[in-house]
Nanobody, 122 residues
């Protein structure tokens, strides 16, 4: 069992930055594929970024602006978001999977965090 707790969301102006953190419980954190998904009002939840081993994966709209990283010693995943745009406004969810090699699909998520709101004003 893994529990995920996100933090770091908030309100920021367009062009600004936020750093999200996802703290995970459990001693086998390093074995899980980790990712971030987001859900905007009236839209489906979608993949944003993932990290697997030393590799990272990004959806096209955030490439060059978002960076995912993890610290296995601290059981934490980070999402650095720069050059934020109003269309990045959403609830951001941390996710973990024991089945996926690279966590980009909703159906492969085993554990979800509670979500953290990110609002970007224009």
């Amino acid at each position: 069992q893994v529990q995920l707790v996100e933090s770091g969301g908030g309100l920021v102006q367009a062009g600004g930055s936020l750093r999200l953190s996802c703290a995970a419980s459990g001693r086998t954190f390093s074995r899980y594929a980790m990712g971030w998904f987001r859900q905007a009002p009236g839209k489906e939840r979608e993949f944003v970024v993932a990290i697997s081993g030393g590799s990272t994966y990004y959806t096209g709209s955030v490439k060059g602006r978002f960076t995912i990283s993890r610290d296995n010693a601290k059981n934490t995943v980070f999402l650095q978001m720069n050059s934020l745009k109003p269309e990045d406004t959403a609830v951001y969810y941390c996710a973990a999977s024991s089945r996926a090699v690279v966590l980009t699909q909703l159906r492969e998520v085993d554990y979800w965090g509670q979500g953290t709101q990110v609002t970007v004003s224009s």
